[in-house]
């Protein structure tokens, strides 16, 4: 019988019931097809050797502790990963806080702390490029040495490419950049989406003829900023309309400089064609069809308005042309 899923937020919530697993370690961002892979090994061992699956993943991500304000933007948030490694088919998510504290762990250290005390791992599956520990001085090798001492096996994977070039959150995020949404469902295995929770606004998306379901990007630096035509459907509960797996619209993901001044939380907005019901509360699913153009500053409201009313009608143009 596989465990129930389950996330456990840092070291200090292992218990006796969590020792002894097949486990996995990384960032994770995008959970895409390279991802994939490594998770598939991962379930493919847990089962022979009868040992629940684990992800041990870092937050913030190592490259965001690093360069802060410069990181790189996010595939997913935090929520969206955890829930996208549990449909891969992991048991258990570890997630790590990534402070100063873990940064400084020597690579033994890590492997002591973590893998041997904390887990007491059978097994380590890890990408071909996998490194850890202060200044990334762990490596498959070491792992292996260590292993052999302290009672686990470890087996690297191999580079999983498509199109030439190996899979990797970075090329996503560019092809999510250049708004190449099937390159980066290509490499994702499903398509992009950004999923979560309608939360009010400010109530002037009626005025401006276009009410908007706003999901919240907290923190998060999104790869994709502008006006996008988006299919959106519902992560749980009823359908948003009845035998409508989806329903097309318009998206706008920015900063609305027209409206808020400099500092504005990241925001997606959604318009949903021909539906006039009530969302919030409602969990989201936005995938990201296609870029109509760069969000901009209008010098009114009336400028905006009358821009947002030509986008639904590209929109719903583009929609015809692309059943
Ligand atoms: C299709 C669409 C395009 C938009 N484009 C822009 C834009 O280019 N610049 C901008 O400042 N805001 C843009 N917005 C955001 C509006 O400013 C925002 O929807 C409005 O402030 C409503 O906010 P509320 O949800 O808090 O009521 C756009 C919204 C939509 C739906
Ligand atoms: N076609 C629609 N598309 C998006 N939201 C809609 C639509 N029709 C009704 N709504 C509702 O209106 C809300 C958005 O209205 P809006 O005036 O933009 O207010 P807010 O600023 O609170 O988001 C949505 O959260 C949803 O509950």
């Given at each position: 019988m596989a465990p129930e899923r389950e996330l456990i937020r840092?070291?200090?919530n292992l218990r006796s019931c969590h020792r002894g697993c097949v486990a996995t370690i990384g960032s994770f961002d995008g959970v895409h097809l390279g991802h994939q892979a490594i998770i598939a090994q991962l379930n493919r061992r847990a089962r022979e050797l009868g040992l629940p699956s684990v992800?041990?993943?870092?937050?913030?991500?190592?490259?965001?502790?690093?360069?802060?304000?410069?990181?790189?933007?996010?595939?997913?948030?935090?929520?969206?990963?955890?829930?996208?490694?549990f449909d891969a088919g992991v048991d258990r998510v570890l997630c790590l806080q990534f402070n100063e504290k873990l940064r400084s762990l020597s690579a033994q250290g890590f492997i002591q702390r973590i893998l041997v005390d904390g887990l007491n791992i059978g097994h380590l599956v890890v990408g071909d490029?996998?490194?850890?520990?202060?200044?990334?001085?762990?490596?498959?090798?070491?792992?292996?040495?260590?292993?052999?001492?302290?009672?686990?096996?470890?087996?690297?994977?191999?580079?999983?490419?498509?199109?030439?070039?190996?899979?990797?959150?970075?090329?996503?995020?560019?092809?999510?950049?250049?708004?190449?949404?099937?390159?980066?469902?290509?490499?994702?295995?499903?398509?992009?989406?950004?999923?979560?929770?309608?939360?009010?606004?400010?109530?002037?998306?009626?005025?401006?003829?276009?009410?908007?379901?706003?999901?919240?990007?907290?923190?998060?630096?999104?790869?994709?900023?502008?006006?996008?035509?988006?299919?959106?459907?519902?992560?749980?509960?009823?359908?948003?309309?009845d035998g409508r797996k989806a329903v097309d619209g318009v998206a706008n993901v920015g900063f609305r400089p027209t409206v808020e001044g400099a500092g504005a939380e990241p925001l997606l907005e959604v318009n949903l064609f021909d539906f006039d019901g009530d969302l919030y509360g409602r969990e989201l699913a936005v995938e990201f069809c296609h870029k109509l153009r760069d969000e901009e500053k209008f010098a009114s409201l009336e400028a905006l308005k009358a821009r947002i009313a030509r986008d639904i009608a590209e929109a719903k143009t583009w929609f015809a042309q692309n059943p």
């Open positions: 840092g070291l200090h992800a041990i993943i870092f937050e913030p991500q190592p490259h965001e502790y690093f360069s802060g304000e410069r990181a790189p933007a996010r595939l997913m948030r935090f929520k969206e990963k955890v829930l996208a490694l490029d996998f490194r850890f520990g202060c200044d990334r001085s762990g490596d498959y090798h070491l792992l292996q040495r260590v292993g052999q001492q302290a009672g686990f096996s470890v087996e690297d994977t191999a580079t999983v490419e498509i199109r030439g070039a190996r899979v990797s959150s970075t090329r996503i995020r560019a092809a999510l950049e250049a708004a190449d949404f099937e390159l980066a469902e290509t490499l994702l295995g499903r398509p992009y989406r950004i999923t979560g929770r309608v939360a009010p606004g400010r109530a002037l998306g009626r005025q401006l003829g276009a009410p908007t379901a706003n999901v919240r990007l907290q923190r998060y630096r999104s790869p994709l900023v502008g006006v996008y035509t988006v299919r959106v459907s519902a992560t749980r509960g009823p359908q948003l309309v």
